[in-house]
Each structure stands twice: as C-alpha cells, then as structure tokens.
C-alpha cells in the first residue's frame, strides 16, 4: 500500500504543477479549478493511502522480491446481493429529472433516496445477517 500511495502523492504534485501552469497559461478559470480539484482529490486519495499503510501488515505488493501468488487470499467481505443500490438509483434518476422538469419531482424522489439509504447502511443489521 505504500507505493500506491506514494504514486498518489506524486501524481497530486504532477497535476498541481500543470493546474498552476494551466491557469497562468490560459487564464481560463473552469478548467483551473478542475485541476486543482484533481490535485485534492489525488492528495486525498494519496493521504489515505500512505495513513493506511502504516496501520497494516506489510502487503505484497510493498515487497521487490514478491510472486504474484503471494497475494492471494481472501480480499474481503463484498455482499452478494442486495436491492438498496436499485433503490438509490431510482431515487437518484429522480432528483436529477427534477432538475429538469420541476424542482417538485424532488418531494417524490427524497424518500426514495433516504429508504434505499437507511435500507443499505443497516443490511446487515436485520433478517438472516443479524448478529445473535
């Protein structure tokens, strides 16, 4: 994880180079701030990346002398199936078509969207996954 994270890093200073050199360049102000809204981003993301890396074991990855088959192994828990991202969507498709058509497209699509949310947080919470 260290390395991704170091990659994160330089490519922030890569792409806050080019936002400085694109907005004096340009004077073009939509496309500045995009960069310098990719070079939060990439801070961010390299940030997290490199705390996170001093928290947990030493992965493959971070060794040179690494196989491929060294990091193998279960990656994690992913949920088979579940319906909330649906919902969401639904939810989400519109809100946007409210902006469109009428801001009060919006009173139908707030629940939708907070049912499909409250529905994915606490999925495991309830039915056959809850703990006993």
Not at 34 to 55: E, H, N, P, Q, V
Request: charge should be negative; charged fraction near 15%; include cysteine.
């Amino acid at each position: 994880m260290k390395i991704q994270g170091r990659m994160f890093i330089w490519l922030s200073v890569f792409v806050l180079a080019m936002a400085i050199v694109y907005g004096v360049w340009s004077k073009e102000p939509a496309g500045t701030t995009a960069l310098f809204l990719a070079f939060g981003l990439c801070i961010m993301i390299g940030y997290y990346l490199a705390f996170t890396a001093r928290r947990v074991d030493v992965g493959a990855q971070d060794n040179k002398e690494a196989d491929v088959a060294d990091d193998s192994g279960e990656v994690g828990f992913f949920s088979p199936h579940s319906w909330q991202p649906l919902s969401l969507a639904v939810g989400g498709a519109l809100a946007f078509m409210g902006v469109v058509f009428g801001w009060w497209l919006l009173y139908f699509s707030a629940p939708i969207i907070l049912v499909g949310l409250w529905g994915w947080v606490f999925e495991y919470y309830r039915g056959e996954n809850q703990n006993q």
